[in-house]
């Protein structure tokens, strides 16, 4: 079956950093986009860095220049690692992977940066 796992999330201060990583498994994961969501308290889900099967990354305006989207087709993974961290970045991170309309969540991993 299906699963896509994240984990990583942690409590950390400002301007530090953390690595996220999320294993898939159950789907052909190279021919699948694969996505970072977040969700802060009484906020909408918002997409915070994408990577295609192809290799084309892009991010939200918000974590440009600090968050790095990268993956490993081998091993069926994606990571996430965001440097820089500021309050604002607390929320709850989820992996999601898409194709062909198609989308599987992970159940999610609580960042939380301390001021």
């Known amino acids: 079956q299906v699963q896509v796992v994240e984990s990583g999330g942690g409590l950390v201060q400002s301007g530090g950093s953390l690595r996220l990583s999320c294993a898939a498994s159950?789907?052909?994961?190279?021919?699948?986009?694969m996505n970072w969501y977040r969700q802060a308290p009484g906020k909408q889900r918002e997409l915070v860095a994408l990577i295609t099967s192809a290799g084309w990354t892009n991010y939200a305006d918000s974590v440009k220049g600090r968050f790095t989207i990268s993956r490993d087709n081998a091993e069926n993974r994606v990571y996430l690692q965001m440097n820089s961290l500021i309050p604002e970045d607390t929320a709850v991170y989820y992996c999601?992977?898409?194709?062909?309309?198609?989308?599987?969540w992970g159940q999610g991993t609580q960042v939380t940066v301390s001021s």
């Open positions: 159950g789907f052909t994961f190279s021919g699948y986009a």
């Open positions: 999601a992977a898409g194709a062909g309309g198609r989308v599987y």
